[in-house]
């Protein structure tokens, strides 16, 4: 098992693999894509982003609700918006990452393929 696992990371990037990378970068996790394509240092920074935009995010999200069932209304615009604002700044950088990291991953594997049909 670990063997076949090695085997096939060891493979140079087909078209297949990297549609996988593109659409778990774009729908599961921005970055953990990445890390299927082999660009650690990418994936890295890509998940680091992203969880911690959907952290901050949530945690604003968290405290609207608390004011909102302690006053019964919602908080009136001010700073704390900024958080919940910076929170999905942050997880956007993190997609978008992903995703320029995913086109790259496709293009080498159109140059890969391609190299392999010709002659």
Partial sequence: MLAKLHET???????????????????ALPGL??????RLV???????????????????????????RQSGELPPPGPDLLYGVGGLALFGLGWL??????????REAHRSEA???TP
């Fill in 33 to 38: 894509g990445s890390l299927l394509g082999r």
């Fill in 97 to 106: 990452w992903s995703l320029a990291t995913s086109v790259l991953l496709l």
């Fill in 9 to 27: 990371w060891a493979r140079p990037m087909d078209e297949t693999r990297a549609w996988v990378c593109l659409t778990t970068n774009l729908l």
């Fill in 115 to 117: 190299g392999r049909r």
């Fill in 42 to 68: 990418a994936a890295a920074g890509q998940v680091t982003l992203s969880l911690s935009g959907a952290a901050v995010s949530l945690w604003w999200l968290w405290s609207v609700t608390v004011y909102w």
